[in-house]
């Protein structure tokens, strides 16, 4: 709070001209500095010293910068004057509101900073995470309505359950609010207990404690390589690749994926949850001759036999790829008519086959890729045995 009553007197003196010496002590305001709940009212006065010759009636009181309307002054002696606010509002910032006492000439004789707020209600939304079992981070959101209006201190505890002593976190993020990160001294296999406890001049409050194991709530790094390449000349389809998260490649887990995607010029992106713990997959039912970009996460479930599911990494950086342009013969095209029946045939029946594939084959289900490539087969069979029909016997 020291720090906090600093500020204060700093801009009561770099903000209001002809500021009297504080060491002569010509005047005090009581109270200094109070704390105060929103809606309080307050009576404070201001004392001069008679040596100054300044009497009461002739003072008058500001409050950040405006003067107070003299409707609620009083003069309690010769040398004392009051002022009383009813009804007050929260503090415009957690330096305080500046209640001042002036001359005739408007210059200061005291100054008392205001702090008008509420007691903290308890923190909420305290979730945690572990990068690589690394470290742990826990961050937390104000309880109520999120704002006390006064400085508010909130610590992050933390023990072993059956036999830990409590700490208190050290390394409190600055990039991220109301998170903090331990990063040295961590158990494995070992639940911990961990709360947040919120305090103020009018008040403190403690969240729910929350018990976890450090390997329920591992996640990793994006995977890495992540390569997206053409499907031979297949329009409609783009293959994507990539590499387990390098940081867990030692640990006994089983890693789940997801991919997402989007057209070049769209900002909505697909997800396909159905990839499983397989680093490849073919994604189906795309727009021919369109680019895409793609991204890549990964979920460690298991590590070392952990039955909680882990917590998804970041998205991979998008890799972009494009699908071949369709090709369709041209009206008017000197193709001959048996060919072109024949090809019209063949054109029809893949026609069918994308169209199912667009409809039931989304993401990337081996069953469904398996089930192309014997049509593909069947298909260039039965295109085969249809020419040999059509062809004139010897």
Not at 205 to 212: E, K
Not at 278 to 299: D, E, I, K
């Amino acid at each position: 709070m020291k720090g906090v009553l600093d500020i204060c007197w700093i801009f009561l003196l770099l903000h209001t001209p002809g500021v009297l010496s504080l060491s002569t002590h010509v005047a005090v305001i009581y109270p200094q500095d109070p704390v105060l709940r929103m809606g309080s009212n307050l009576t404070a006065s201001c004392w001069v010293h008679p040596d100054l010759g300044v009497h009461a009636s002739s003072l008058f009181w500001t409050l950040n910068g405006q003067q107070l309307p003299g409707s609620l002054y009083r003069v309690l002696s010769p040398t004392n004057l009051s002022v009383t606010l009813a009804g007050l509002n929260a503090s415009r910032q957690t330096s305080g509101d500046n209640l001042v006492c002036h001359n005739h000439k408007g210059h200061i004789l005291a100054g008392s900073c205001l702090y008008v707020g509420m007691p903290p209600e308890k923190p909420v939304n305290l979730t945690c995470w572990s990068r690589n079992t690394k470290d742990l981070t826990c961050s937390w959101a104000p309880g109520g309505k999120g704002e006390t209006n006064i400085s508010t201190q909130y610590t992050f505890k933390y023990k072993l359950r059956w036999y830990g002593k409590e700490k208190e976190c050290e390394d409190y993020t600055h990039t991220q609010p109301y998170s903090c990160s331990i990063t040295r001294d961590l158990h494995l296999f070992t639940p911990y207990e961990i709360w947040v406890e919120a305090s103020n001049q009018l008040g403190r409050a403690t969240s729910d404690v929350i018990t976890l194991d450090i390997l329920d709530v591992v996640t990793t790094d994006p995977p890495s390589g992540v390569a997206v390449s053409r499907v031979g000349q297949l329009e409609d389809q783009l293959s994507v690749r990539w590499e387990a998260p390098p940081a867990l490649k030692d640990f006994l887990f089983q890693a789940k994926y997801q991919i997402r995607y989007r057209l070049e010029d769209s900002q909505d992106w697909k997800v396909m949850d159905d990839v499983g713990n397989q680093t490849s997959c073919r994604l189906a039912g795309l727009r021919p001759g369109t680019v895409y970009f793609v991204q890549v996460r990964c979920n460690p479930v298991g590590i070392y036999g952990s039955r909680k599911a882990g917590i998804w990494s970041e998205w991979s950086h998008p890799t972009a790829a494009s699908t071949p342009h369709s090709e369709r013969l041209m009206s008017g095209s000197c193709d001959s008519k048996s060919s072109g029946d024949s090809n019209s045939t063949l054109r029809r029946e893949l026609k069918q086959f994308f169209g199912w594939v667009r409809k039931h084959a989304y993401g990337c289900s081996s069953i469904s890729m398996k089930l192309y490539d014997q049509w593909r087969v069947l298909m260039q069979k039965s295109h085969k045995a249809r020419n040999q029909v059509g062809s004139p016997r010897g």
